[in-house]
């Protein structure tokens, strides 16, 4: 699971870009309980969704024209440099190269093989999230992609993650978790682009942990937002069900199972 021990390769941050912030913020604000800290010139304007005064999520105004509404996962290394290079290496491409963030710490926009965007956090000041594995945090996340196997080499190589395949109905699910790591910090799951037909494109999906899947669900449809896939129980997981805000921008939410009935890794 996630974790704030931050280890190299694990998600640290998550952040979403929409035209009009007050939009998302009004419905973040009513599935998660987040308050919208407008962010300074110093920093070009971004914000940050709070939860109790703790960091939820990251957020930032950006014209349709600039980029499509969505949510970004950010992984963390020692080097953003020379990630940007290993990523290169390994058939991704730089989006925009390394730059510091005051003395926050130093990030770079990249995407994989398959084109999907994330970018990755050299910390400073500033080691991640506050907010994770409780109602409002993030915990877990998916990449959909069209070539599991290509996902995993690209991604081991990169930053070393490690697999584990866990069998269900129907098939096999590819968990990752970070190379000092074990099953037990298991933070994702590598998903085949065609087992979901409603899914279009290549993507990383956040999953925002909620106490009421079924009330979160009703709630989003109330709010200017849509269900993309209706709640869905998985013995031993829980209850989820995947979302997009008002913008657009995907994300899900997962209400897990309780802890003497969830699945061991």
């Known amino acids: 699971m996630l974790s704030t021990r931050f280890a190299v390769g694990a998600p640290v941050w998550a952040d979403m870009c929409a035209p009009d912030l007050g939009t998302v913020s009004d419905f973040y604000r009513e599935l998660f309980g987040w308050e919208l800290q407008q962010g300074g010139p110093e920093v070009g304007g971004y914000s940050q969704f709070q939860l109790s005064g703790r960091t939820a999520a990251g957020a930032m105004a950006m014209a349709v024209d600039e980029a499509p509404p969505a949510w970004t996962l950010y992984f963390r290394t020692v080097d953003a440099d020379a990630t940007v290079k290993s990523v290169e290496q390994a058939g991704g491409r730089s ?51 069209p070539d599991v196997s290509a996902a995993t080499s690209f991604y081991g190589s990169v930053f070393g993650w490690q697999t584990t395949e866990m069998a269900f109905p129907g098939g096999t699910y590819t968990m990752v978790h970070p190379a000092d790591g074990t099953p037990d910090d298991m933070f994702g799951g590598i998903v085949p682009l065609d087992s979901d ?69």
């Open 197 to 265: 037909p409603s899914e279009e494109g290549a993507y990383w999906l956040p999953y925002f942990q909620v106490a009421d899947c079924d009330d979160t669900v009703a709630k989003a449809g109330r709010t200017g937002g849509s269900v993309r896939m209706a709640t869905v129980e998985m013995a031993g997981v829980g209850r989820f069900a995947k979302l997009a805000d008002p913008a657009g921008a995907r994300f899900a939410v997962l209400q897990p199972a309780p802890p003497g009935e969830q699945m061991e890794s």
């Open 95 to 145: 989006l925009f190269e390394a730059a510091d963030v005051l003395d926050l710490g130093r990030m770079a926009g990249l995407a994989d093989v398959a084109g999907v965007p994330f970018s990755v956090w050299q910390q400073g000041r500033l080691e991640g999230l506050d907010v994770l594995n409780e109602p409002g945090g993030l915990v877990w996340s998916e990449l959909y992609t």
